[in-house]
């Protein structure tokens, strides 16, 4: 009998013990639908004032609402988030460290918390420069810098077509004198030069719409031309381009691409020419790159209105990313850091996305055509009415801020920025001279 009683209360007490733990599971709160979610919060880039965020879910089985904290406080909320995104915020500080993680928020309490990233900010540039004005040309003809190629402080590069009173006309005994269609500064002074491409019956003059430099040993010109080892030698031509090659761009010397009229694209690969599909038939005014690796296209029809085109390089092709509405004319482009970018023509506009949405920029009023970046806060653009303006990682600063010499009536056509400061180069409509503008820091 006791054997009994022992039993029948060892069943009762499991039987209490059961009932507890069942009272006790069936009072305690629900699992959350994030328990297997992981949040990671990554800093892809930061300028002067704006930071790039990519905020990343595995196992995300529902719509989370998501707070990004900033050195420790709330700072930006969103709600019913599902999928990963890229987070810019652009009302940061210069020079100035900050913390960010993000937290799923689930019934009022954090639920799941990411890694916390630093992020230093940019500082701001200096615009304090010292300016020199050089022309050339003489005559009745008008002369014009299109581009330039920055190799050193001693060792630089400007193309272009340039008239003088010895050249462009005949000598006593009938030959043609060719003008010059570049200048190549030395260190103590500019030097005219004549890049012509041989053809069977002798040199060629054209002018020269692009250069690109590889390295102080290879030059590549835009009439199809190199300068290797301080010999000029031409390129052979077996394929069908246009006569003005726009713009130049080359990973290496079996890696050069030209880009022209009609949407043309053409690759050397060290032996012959292929044509690369663009897409469009858009004139393509611009090739640019930068130190992040990313190359762009851009592409219009001037003055046309039927809108233009940004192309970005993905393997040795290049597919169209931005189709601009008839209102927006881009003629140069410029890739700023690992995302933003921006164009020049009829307007400056920026894009903090990938190029997925443009904003127009308040810079200036007159059409411009060249814009070109070496870091975040140190971006350029220039074109008609002798129009400057310098971007320091917080403000756009004009001309005259700047301090630029008084110069009616320039076409600035391109830019270079380099450690010592920047060099423009362009034309006069005033005087119909061939125009540099060089400023040095300082």
Not at 63 to 90: C, M, W
Not at 171 to 188: F, T
Not at 259 to 269: D, L, M, N, P
Not at 270 to 291: A, M, Q, R, V
Request: proline residues 3%; hydrophobic residues 40%.
């Amino acid at each position: 009998m006791a054997t009994k009683n022992r039993y029948f209360y060892k069943l009762l007490s499991w039987s209490a013990l059961s009932l507890f733990a069942l009272s006790a599971y069936s009072c305690s709160e629900p699992a959350s639908p994030f328990g297997q979610t992981d949040i990671t919060l990554t800093a892809h880039d930061a300028s002067c004032t704006e930071v790039w965020l990519e905020l990343k879910f595995s196992n995300l089985t529902q719509p989370a609402d998501v707070a990004i904290q900033k050195d420790g406080k709330d700072y930006h909320r969103i709600l019913s988030l599902n999928h990963d995104t890229l987070l810019v915020f652009e009302d940061l500080e210069p020079s100035t460290n900050y913390s960010f993680r993000a937290i799923i928020r689930h019934e009022g309490k954090d639920d799941k918390i990411s890694n916390t990233i630093p992020v230093r900010t940019m500082d701001t540039t200096s615009h304090n420069f010292t300016w020199e004005v050089f022309e050339f040309g003489e005559g009745l003809a008008s002369s014009a810098f299109y581009d330039i190629a920055y190799i050193s402080e001693n060792d630089i590069w400007v193309v272009g077509e340039l008239y003088f009173n010895d050249t462009n006309t005949f000598d006593s005994l009938g030959n043609y004198i060719q003008p010059y269609n570049a200048v190549h500064w030395d260190g103590y002074k500019w030097n005219r030069k004549q890049i012509f491409y041989n053809t069977s019956v002798g040199p060629s003059f054209s002018p020269i719409h692009s250069v690109f430099t590889l390295s102080d040993s290879l030059i590549l010109f835009g009439n199809l031309v190199k300068l290797e080892n301080g010999l000029i030698k031409s390129i052979n031509v077996n394929i069908s381009f246009p006569t003005e090659v726009l713009g130049i761009w080359a990973a290496s010397s079996t890696e050069v691409y030209i880009v022209g009229g009609g949407g043309r694209i053409a690759k050397h690969s060290g032996y012959s020419w292929e044509i690369i599909p663009s897409g469009t038939e858009f004139d393509l005014h611009d090739i640019n790159s930068n130190s992040e690796g990313r190359v762009l296209i851009s592409g219009s029809l001037a003055l046309q209105n039927i809108g233009s085109v940004i192309l970005q390089k993905n393997g040795t092709q290049f597919q169209k990313i931005t189709t601009f509405p008839a209102t927006v004319e881009a003629v140069s482009v410029a890739p700023v850091g690992k995302i933003k970018t921006l164009t020049a023509g009829e307007g400056v506009y920026q894009s903090l996305d990938n190029m997925a949405t443009w904003k127009l920029l308040q810079v200036g009023t007159s059409y411009t055509e060249i814009i070109r970046a070496r870091a975040h806060n140190q971006i350029v653009v220039a074109g008609h009415f002798s129009s400057v303006f310098y971007f320091n990682g917080v403000r756009w600063i004009d001309k005259n801020e700047l301090g630029i010499p008084e110069l009616p009536r320039i076409v600035w056509q391109s830019i270079s920025i380099n450690d010592d400061g920047l060099i423009l180069v362009g034309f006069s409509n005033f005087n119909d001279k061939a125009i540099i503008l060089r400023g040095k820091i300082g």
